[in-house]
T-cell receptor, first 112, second 112 residues
Framework: DAGVTQSPTHLIKTRGQQVTLRCSPISGHKSVSWYQQVLGQGPQFIFQYYEKEERGRGNFPDRFSARQFPNYSSELNVNALLLGDSALYLC???????????FGSGTRLTVV | GQSLEQPSEVTAVEGAIVQINCTYQ??????LSWYQQHDGGAPTFLSYNALDGLEETGRFSSFLSRSDSYGYLLLQELQMKDSASYFCAVSILDDSSYKLIFGSGTRLLVRP
């Protein structure tokens, strides 16, 4: 079985641009969460979606948005990129949004 | 607000036992998880405690005391490959919003 897949693996963007990151959860998992991880720190919660509805939102500005599709895949969008948005963006899936999240390998975003 | 405290670094010898503590202050708490992350890799789920007591999974055990807002991860028979960062994470339900909040991580170095 394929695990959680994220694309792209690496991305370089310029300040002010917009970026879309993609995630496919494990087959059968209906919950997808997004995290931002800066080097040396723990993952910071951005969003959780379950059955295509937003179930949780972290302390991130409105420049960050996400959605979940009928096949449970998800996209994270970040507008008006800032240098501080440079980080590893992780997607995690679970069956119900409770315990036991499985993480993807992440998308490394560099904003220059 | 939510806060988690765990030691920043721990060093131990191969074959030894090490305990990584985690204290938390949150509202809406319903579980404590532990994740392992090797440099350049994604977090990997290790264990989850929703109730007080000890959960054992092979060489790893995790403990939770909800009344003390405290938990720990116990790693036995340490191996070199256990050198990694370990994160405790609390699952919370906050105003109908589900979140998984990570600590800053404990970097474990296993020496020969």
């Amino acid at each position: 079985d394929a695990g959680v897949t994220q694309s792209p693996t690496h991305l370089i963007k310029t300040r002010g641009q917009q970026v879309t990151l993609r995630c496919s959860p494990i087959s059968g998992h209906k919950s997808v969460s997004w995290y931002q991880q800066v080097l040396g720190q723990g993952p910071q919660f951005i969003f959780q979606y379950y059955e295509k509805e937003e179930r949780g939102r972290g302390n991130f500005p409105d420049r960050f948005s996400a959605r979940q599709f009928p096949n449970y895949s998800s996209e994270l969008n970040v507008n008006a990129l800032l240098l501080g948005d440079s980080a590893l963006y992780l997607c995690a899936s679970s069956h119900s949004g409770g315990d036991g999240y499985t993480f993807g390998s992440g998308t490394r975003l560099t904003v220059v | 607000g939510q806060s988690l405290e765990q030691p920043s670094e721990v060093t131990a010898v191969e074959g030894a036992i090490v305990q990584i503590n985690c204290t938390y202050q949150t509202s809406g708490f319903y579980g404590l998880s532990w994740y392992q992350q090797h440099d350049g890799g994604a977090p990997t789920f290790l264990s989850y405690n929703a109730l007080d007591g000890l959960e054992e999974t092979g060489r790893f055990s995790s403990f939770l005391s909800r009344s003390d807002s405290y938990g720990y991860l116990l790693l036995q028979e340490l191996q070199m490959k256990d050198s990694a960062s370990y994160f405790c994470a609390v699952s919370i339900l906050d105003d109908s919003s589900y979140k998984l909040i990570f600590g800053s991580g404990t970097r474990l170095l296993v020496r020969p």
